[in-house]
């Protein structure tokens, strides 16, 4: 068996698995043979994220935990009961993330209207809450010198979208955090920790289903303009999503760190003309 792409037996910390794209990751590397403990606030959305990983794969392990990635005693309660578990962490992903209505500018509105503390709250939801888990989850790869820690960028990071200027620049920090911690933890594991991250581009999702589509599951004008600007037509969907982060997660990107791959059907390369 080629194990360059394996994954098998890899304990995976996933922030923000009860989501929809960090849930999807999470199924698809428990059908690798890893371990991911499912880390998230809403422990129900936890339980059928686990549910559906073992019913789909019935020899599979995972263990879903609740804590909030701001909360830093939390997530130290959750790392000492993961290494109790399991006696190491080889990998995190950082997938918690989100928005809010008073971070963004509505078309009626201009950024003058902007709510400064709703601003601070994406901003910490998204840095913050990426910054703070890789401390503590980090800590056990940094003591061990080796593992992979992959964040979550979003095409807004690099590109100047309408309306999301708080989410906009929470990801344009995480990938530059993830640039920074990519160099400092390479010289200071001599090669044996990657940091990268991953840059999905539109995909359906609970979060921005209403702001894409009518309820009658036609497009939006903003939704219309989005796939005019992906040259492959279509939103993306979430298993397209798997072979970027078990490439990050496994042998086959030892030599690679400080990247952001990027998954988004052509709209970063398209210059709309």
Partial sequence: MNSLFSVKGQVVVITGAGGALAGSVARHLAAEGAIPVLLGRNLEKLEAVASAIRSATPEAVCLPLSADVLDRQALESVRARVLQEYGRIDALINGAGG???GA???????FFDLDPAAFREVLDLNLTGTVLPTMVFGEPMNAAS???IVNFSSVSATR????VIGYS???SGVENFTRWLSVDLAKKSSGGI???AVMPGFFLGD???ALLTNSDGSLTDRGNTIIRQTPFGRFGEAAELHGAFQYLLSPASSFVTGTVVVVDGGFSAFSGV
């Fill in 99 to 101: 928005n809010m209505p």
């Fill in 207 to 209: 979060q921005n289903r």
């Fill in 194 to 196: 990657r940091v990268n």
């Fill in 160 to 163: 100047a979208l309408t309306r």
């Fill in 169 to 171: 620049a929470a990801k």
């Fill in 104 to 110: 963004t500018i509505s078309p009626e509105k201009t």
């Fill in 146 to 148: 080796r593992g992979s």
